[in-house]
């Protein structure tokens, strides 16, 4: 099975910060990975997949990139409407298809 | 406009059955891999199942055995039937649909708002 490592597990910004988050892969993914938001009680919202492309209506201070089986996802300016928790899942495979175990944006 | 929207949930005394269903509308259904995934309260989601537009099945090892992932393409829906439950099955299930091309199913372009099971006695 593909393990997704995601950390950290909770983070803790303000208004306007640079927030990164990172997803390591236990193998090679190539760049089937995807990024997604959950707010509180809410389903989870695709927004980057191929994991540097910005799914549609998703604002650009959202990015994603990657080095290896590392992969990143940046807030370039964390806004109000951000705080939530963010999920990366692999595709590479669907035996099984993984998550990472999620990191919560919370307010400093 | 993409709409899935998912039924079925309840209470259920562990070791029961239950088959959840997820309507769909807004896309062509057949061209789409279709999901379930969970999360049980205050924890991550757990993708469960996936059945592939040509009809292809794939389960996590904590249901292989005892769901059943299926499809109606006549009907746009999908289905989960879940046998021998336990407590440890109490979550949110959320269906999900994935484009597929040349072969390949993707990322999950589309989240239902999930039906609850609450599994105890």
């Known amino acids: 099975d593909i393990q997704m490592t995601q950390s950290p597990s909770t983070l803790s910004a303000s208004i306007g910060d640079r927030v990164t988050i990172t997803c390591r892969a236990s193998?090679?993914?190539?760049?089937?990975l995807a990024w997604y938001q959950q707010k509180q009680g809410k389903a989870p919202k695709l927004l980057i997949y191929?994991?540097?492309t910005l799914a549609s209506g998703v604002p650009s201070r959202f990015s994603g990139s990657e080095s290896g089986t590392e992969f990143t996802l940046t807030i370039s300016s964390l806004q109000p409407d951000d705080f939530a928790t963010y999920y990366c899942?692999?595709?590479?495979?669907?035996?099984?298809?993984?998550f990472g175990g999620g990191t919560k944006v919370e307010m400093k | 406009e993409v709409q899935l929207l998912e039924s079925g949930g309840g209470l259920v005394q562990p070791g029961g059955s239950l088959r959840l269903s997820c309507a769909a509308s807004?896309?062509?259904?057949?061209?789409?891999?279709m999901s379930w995934v969970r999360q049980s309260p205050g924890k991550g989601l757990e993708w469960v199942s996936i059945?592939?537009?040509?009809?292809?099945?794939y389960y996590a090892d904590s249901v292989k055995g005892r769901f059943t992932i299926s499809r109606d393409n006549s009907k746009n829906t999908l289905y989960l039937q879940m046998t021998s439950l336990s407590a440890e099955d109490t979550a949110v299930y959320y269906c999900?649909?994935?484009?597929?091309?040349?072969?390949?199913?993707?990322?999950?372009?589309?989240w239902g708002q999930g039906t609850l099971v609450t599994v105890s006695s």
């Open positions: 191929k994991a540097s």
């Open positions: 807004g896309f062509t259904f057949s061209t789409y891999a």
């Open positions: 999900a649909n994935a484009y597929c091309s040349g072969g390949a199913c993707f990322h999950f372009d589309n």
């Open positions: 193998q090679s993914i190539d760049s089937w």
């Open positions: 059945i592939t537009h040509i009809g292809g099945t």
């Open positions: 899942q692999q595709y590479r495979t669907y035996s099984p298809l993984t």
